[in-house]
């Protein structure tokens, strides 16, 4: 062996197991990781990579399930601060009665500040390294994203009244389409456009939208389908399905995330189908305000695209990514009548790759393989009360939890070292996150 042979990298990660996602189904035993900058240089097993690769730092993870970082594609980050609020209620009164009152009164820049910033180190302490947030102040949460380094779709709001952030349609797509041109071609943030949901945005407004989107390419992602009241009062006002009238504006397309979809039948499915459009399932707080399940199973056997969210915390009530995957799996089977339906390679791909897909990203985000970017995680499956371990993948989906994290790295940067946020400091969070409770709390 000569010094000419041997390849200088930045990060050698070695991992007991390793999960890349492509090629499906697959788990690799002993193998290494190879960073060089913010890509991933090689993955080779690790008595080759001690003949080729000299890396300036190493990390051997004996016990650990290396996979991509996962990509929470729905939220809205800053709700955090009113977790548990107002539990076990339907949805519009949930939403009427306490979530709207809550804005109105609480919602200001520091708000979306802190609140995000919060959802942000929950999500990466379990596994998060991409996340999509749909929220008010969408400059203040794309600028903490990329302040901490963590790569996020922003979606501005769009509605017909006014919130906290604009008094109408004219004012959010104005900010929005600022919004765009500030953040696009970043490498973190990805700005796009979030049409609250078909009750909430008339036509003019939503085909502005399209239109936004058709110029900028930034991707659309809208509310829709989350209950039966939803569907049946469109149905009654105007003879059509929500998804009838999107497909007729224009607004569903490859470029379209369409979030929750819990009740639909097979016209929707061939839209869904016809358009292209992508299907976001946020199963956890679909059971929670009782809206509904999504047929999982009918969407990927028509060929849609479906990738996860948790939604926010105040309907969740948390942003751990493994247990939805988790109840992701475990619905299914019910919905489908079929123990077979969603396994755990399945469930996992949904959370990485399936999103990657989802935001046009897919070439270089969701799955581990050599030139794509190094956004990867590892899962401690040490723990007692995790052994034995047959299948690491079985293991993550349905024997774990997102604490087991103990290592994250977005773009080559570490983010989590054995089990601590290295760019967060959380007792000063908790600081704020406990003035906001005593505020909050009052009302």
Not at 93 to 119: M, R, Y
Not at 404 to 426: A, E
């Amino acid at each position: 062996m000569t010094a000419d042979t041997i390849t200088a990298a930045d990060i050698r990660i070695n991992a007991r197991w390793l999960i890349p996602v492509e090629p499906a189904n697959t788990v690799l035993h002993h193998q290494a990781v190879i960073i060089q900058g913010d890509r991933i240089a090689a993955i080779v097993p690790q008595h080759e990579a001690d003949s080729r690769f000299r890396a300036r730092e190493t990390n051997d993870l004996a016990s650990h399930v290396v996979l991509p970082g996962l990509i929470n594609m729905h939220g809205h980050a800053a709700m955090s601060l009113f977790r548990g609020l107002a539990d076990d209620l339907p949805l519009m009164t949930w939403l009427n009665d306490h979530i709207w009152p809550a804005e109105g009164a609480h919602v200001s820049e520091s708000f979306i500040a802190d609140g995000t910033q919060l959802a942000m180190a929950e999500m990466l302490r379990t596994g998060t390294t991409t996340f999509s947030d749909m929220y008010f102040f969408p400059e203040v949460a794309a600028q903490l994203a990329h302040d901490a380094g963590m790569r996020a779709q922003v979606c501005f709001p769009l509605l017909d009244f006014p919130t906290p952030w604009g008094a109408g349609p004219d004012e959010y797509l104005s900010k929005g389409a600022a919004f765009i041109e500030q953040w696009q071609g970043n490498e973190y943030i990805m700005p796009a456009i979030g049409p609250h949901a078909p009750y909430t945005v008339s036509d003019a407004p939503l085909r502005r939208a399209v239109a936004l989107s058709a110029e900028t390419g930034a991707r659309l992602q809208v509310h829709l389908h989350e209950t039966a009241f939803e569907v049946n009062e469109a149905v009654e006002k105007s003879g059509q399905r929500p998804t009838r009238r999107l497909a007729e504006l224009g607004v569903l397309n490859s470029l379209t995330q369409c979030v929750h979809m819990t009740q639909i039948d097979d016209s929707d499915i061939e839209l869904l189908t016809q358009t292209g459009a992508h299907v976001i399932h946020c199963p956890e707080s679909n059971l929670k305000l009782a809206s509904g399940l999504c047929p999982v199973q009918k969407l990927t056997d028509a060929g849609v695209n479906v990738a996860i969210g948790t939604d926010g915390a105040a309907s969740n009530n948390n942003l751990d990514l493994f247990g939805e995957m988790n109840t992701a799996a475990l619905v299914a089977k019910v919905v489908a009548g079929d123990a077979a339906a969603l396994p755990a390679h399945h469930a996992i791909a949904m959370a990485t790759l399936h999103g990657a897909r989802a935001l046009g990203r897919d070439h270089e985000l969701g799955s581990l393989a050599a030139g794509k970017l190094a956004d990867l995680i590892a899962v401690d499956l040490s723990d007692p009360f995790l052994q034995p371990v047959y299948d690491p993948a079985s293991h993550l989906v349905y024997s774990n939890h997102g604490r087991q994290v103990s290592h994250s790295w977005i773009n080559g940067v570490p983010q989590v070292q054995d089990g601590r946020l290295t760019r967060i400091d959380v007792p000063d969070l908790m600081l704020r996150v406990k003035s906001w409770s005593e505020r909050i709390g009052q009302h």
